[in-house]
């Protein structure tokens, strides 16, 4: 099994790993636009981003020129306390950030197949690479939609996968759900990983040192070491 290494930042609360984090992402951010007069950054859901997005909501960006995306979706309607694009609506596109661009993986009416194949189309038709990817990690070490109980998880995690966008299929997701694949994940010049709390820094810890857990496959495959950012 290949060695891997992360670059860890540890903060000391949690407030100021959010303005840590929303600071490099202001940076990246600006030095996209500055390049290729744009930027798209994708955003994680569930519980531990939303202090992040309101912090970063507030940053000096070019925000008209920015697109936000989503990292993964659960195949719910933007209505349902489940959806990762009302989290972010609700949390990131406020304030300074109200003037940047959304597009999200959900599509209603739609099978979970044709959705993804719409959203990859509108992702390509942006700009790859994404400029700048926010990853987040549940406790039993899955990050984006790559749970380890995921229906074809090596496809999934591969890092020739020529999809950006695949259904996902896991009965421990809850629900079907979208994420971006791996080389639309690792063809980000930066991709950060937001985790919160002891047990997750644990997971980490055992990730590190040879646990097979489908975060590890970033790490392992990521152009240089992903940025961790973890408070207590
Ligand atoms: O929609 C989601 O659930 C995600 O994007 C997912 O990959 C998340 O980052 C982790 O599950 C961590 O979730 P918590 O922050 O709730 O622990």
Do not use: C
């Not at 636009?33 to 950054?41: D, N, S, T, V």
């Not at 925000?63 to 990131?92: C, G, K, M, Y």
């Not at 709390?197 to 590890?216: H, M, N, T, Y």
């Amino acid at each position: 099994m290949a060695a891997v290494t992360v670059d860890l930042h540890e903060l000391p609360t949690r407030e100021a790993l959010a303005e840590e984090l929303s600071q490099k992402v202001a940076y990246v951010l600006t030095a996209a636009i500055e390049r290729r007069g744009k930027a798209l950054l994708a955003v994680s859901g569930g519980t531990t981003p939303a202090l992040f997005f309101r912090t970063l909501s507030d940053a000096h960006i070019d925000w008209p020129r920015v697109t936000v995306t989503l990292v993964d979706e659960r195949f719910v309607p933007e209505d349902s306390p489940r959806s990762n694009a009302r989290l972010a609506r609700e949390n990131l596109l406020q304030g300074k950030a109200a003037a940047a661009g959304f597009t999200g993986l959900f599509r209603e009416g739609m099978t979970i197949e044709t959705a993804a194949a719409e959203a990859d189309g509108v992702l390509r038709k942006l700009g790859l690479p994404i400029d700048a990817v926010v990853l987040g990690m549940g406790g039993d070490g899955h990050t984006a939609s790559f749970f380890p109980d995921a229906d074809q998880l090596p496809a999934l995690l591969s890092p020739t996968n020529e999809a950006v966008v695949a259904p996902v299929h896991a009965t421990s997701a809850g629900e079907p759900r979208l994420t971006l694949t791996m080389p639309a994940i690792i063809g980000a010049p930066f991709v950060a990983l937001h985790i919160e709390g002891e047990a997750k820094r644990q997971v980490l810890a055992s990730v590190l040192r040879g646990k097979d857990l489908p975060i590890r496959a970033v790490f392992e495959h990521a152009r240089k070491p992903v940025e961790v950012f973890w408070a207590p």
